[in-house]
């Protein structure tokens, strides 16, 4: 059974950075080295956002409300997926979540509890 945990969320003033973690488990090295993987967001205020994702050969991409901000990484051998999240604004104050998509079909079918990230003005 694949589950997702994130962590390193937390309280920080807007321009400050934090790192959030999202370990997995019950992964084999030689399938997550595969697996195309995804950051979410989401706030009361606003719809689900994907904030950015990785594909299977390192590839990434960021939304343009982060982009110059936020940086998507993947330690596979750590079965470890990051968010670097620089120059922090109030409006990306969210719960984040990261989520996989196996075989990188376009639908995530693992999803991490989340971790909340608020940002002070």
């Known amino acids: 059974q694949v589950r997702l945990v994130e962590s390193g969320g937390g309280s920080v003033q807007a321009g400050g950075s934090l790192r959030l973690s999202c370990a997995a488990f019950g992964y084999g090295y030689a399938l997550y080295s595969t697996v195309c993987m995804g950051w979410f967001r989401q706030s009361p205020e606003k719809e689900r956002e994907r904030v950015g994702f990785i594909t299977k050969d390192g590839s990434t991409s960021v939304a343009d409300s982060v982009k110059d901000r936020f940086t998507i990484s993947k330690d596979n051998g750590k079965r470890t997926l990051y968010l670097q999240m620089d120059s922090l604004k109030p409006e990306d104050t969210a719960m984040y979540f990261c989520?996989?998509?196996?075989?990188?079909?376009?639908?995530?079918?693992?999803w991490g509890q989340g971790t909340q990230v608020t940002v002070s003005s």
């Open positions: 989520a996989a998509d196996t075989y990188c079909v376009g639908r995530y079918n693992y």
